[in-house]
């Protein structure tokens, strides 16, 4: 089992930034894939980054156009999501989620763990 804890989710000024933390109890840390989710209102839950070990390198959906990176820190068993230049359009609820699966997926059904949600909300 893995236990995932998101936090650093607020509110921001579009054009600010925030970072989210997620840290991960439960199974070996440094033979997870990690990543992040969001879901905004009315929206399906869609795939911002994923992150894998060794040199499985990471993986990012194709519209935060280099405003967001994803970042692991083995020895504090923490993936950090930091984003930038944030949009009114990333208003969303921000799930970091976890596998031992080795890849960077991006498909839901691929996490077998899911941390609770951080509510991230960009003010126009």
């Known amino acids: 089992q893995v236990q995932l804890v998101e936090s650093g989710g607020g509110l921001v000024q579009a054009g600010g930034s925030l970072r989210l933390s997620c840290a991960a109890s439960?199974?070996?840390?440094?033979?997870?894939?990690l990543g992040w989710f969001r879901q905004g209102g009315g929206k399906e839950r869609e795939f911002v980054a994923a992150?894998?070990?060794?040199?499985?390198?990471?993986r990012y959906a194709d519209y935060p156009k280099g405003r967001f990176t994803i970042s692991r820190d083995n020895a504090k068993n923490t993936v950090n999501l930091r984003m930038s230049s944030l949009e009114p359009e990333d208003t969303a609820v921000y799930y970091c989620?976890?596998?031992?699966?080795?890849?960077?997926?991006?498909?839901?059904?691929?996490?077998?763990?899911w941390g609770q949600g951080t509510q991230v909300t960009v003010s126009s």
């Open positions: 989620a976890a596998t031992q699966k080795y890849g960077t997926y991006t498909g839901q059904s691929d996490y077998e763990y």
């Open positions: 992150n894998t070990w060794g040199v499985g390198g990471t």
């Open positions: 439960g199974r070996s840390f440094g033979r997870l894939t």
